[in-house]
């Protein structure tokens, strides 16, 4: 089992910056392929980024491109998600993930995942 614990959520004003946080235990989390998902109600859960168990790949949804960036520290179990030049349409509850990685694979989808955190909400005002 993996526990996966979201933070930094909040109210930002448009154009703005949040870093969410993401805290893992129970596993060895270097094991790991971790991404970012979004959701609000009614709505399928949107990818948004995922990093490989190194570090050394990263992926991302088109509409976040360029303006967030995915970063983990394997010393402290912990996974990031920067995220700049906010927009409205960014509002929703953003959630953590995790994957056993397989060789060079990467996970976008969320049933690729088998570990989920509770969410953190992210509210762009503009």
């Known amino acids: 089992q993996v526990q996966l614990v979201e933070s930094g959520g909040g109210l930002v004003q448009a154009g703005g910056s949040l870093r969410l946080s993401c805290a893992a235990s129970?596993?060895?989390?270097?094991?790991?392929?971790m991404g970012w998902f979004r959701q609000v109600p009614e709505k399928e859960r949107e990818f948004v980024a995922s990093?490989?168990?190194?570090?050394?790949?990263?992926y991302f949804a088109d509409s976040v491109k360029g303006r967030f960036i995915i970063s983990r520290d394997n010393t402290k179990n912990m996974v990031y998600l920067q995220m700049n030049s906010l927009k409205a349409e960014d509002t929703d509850v953003y959630y953590c993930a995790a994957v056993w990685q397989i060789g060079s694979n990467y996970y976008t989808r969320p049933g690729d995942y088998e570990y989920w955190g509770q969410g953190t909400q992210v509210t762009v005002s503009s």
């Open positions: 129970g596993r060895p989390f270097t094991a790991y392929h």
């Open positions: 990093i490989s168990w190194s570090g050394s790949s990263t």
